[in-house]
């Protein structure tokens, strides 16, 4: 089974940013569609961002013109380049590949002053 890594959650204040990067250890991801999630406290997890294996990206409405995802040419990452963050954004992120259906253990992404 291939695992994903996070990295590169942390606290950050408001109007600051982020980026998050999605590793599969031992492999490589490929051109898998591959998408960001997130769960706040108390709320279901939610698709944040998405792209497909041709490149074609989708976001939610609340962090779309703010948050980019991207995969690197080498195929082996997924980033997700959050700016502008609200405290709204607070959450743990995880990284899902919708081929296989691997998660990763996700990273706390904390928004506050």
């Known amino acids: 089974q291939v695992q994903l890594v996070e990295s590169g959650g942390g606290l950050v204040q408001p109007g600051q940013s982020l980026r998050l990067s999605c590793a599969a250890s031992g492999s490589s991801l490929g051109l898998s569609p591959m998408g960001w999630h997130r769960q706040a406290p108390g709320k279901q997890r939610e698709m944040v961002a998405s792209i497909s294996s041709r490149g074609l990206t989708n976001y939610m409405n609340s962090v779309r013109g703010r948050f980019t995802i991207s995969r690197d040419s080498a195929k082996t990452m997924v980033f997700l380049q959050m700016n502008s963050l609200k405290p709204e954004d607070t959450a743990v992120y995880y990284c899902?590949?919708?081929?296989?259906?691997?998660w990763g253990q996700g990273t706390q992404v904390t928004v506050s002053s």
């Open positions: 899902h590949n919708y081929n296989t259906g691997d």
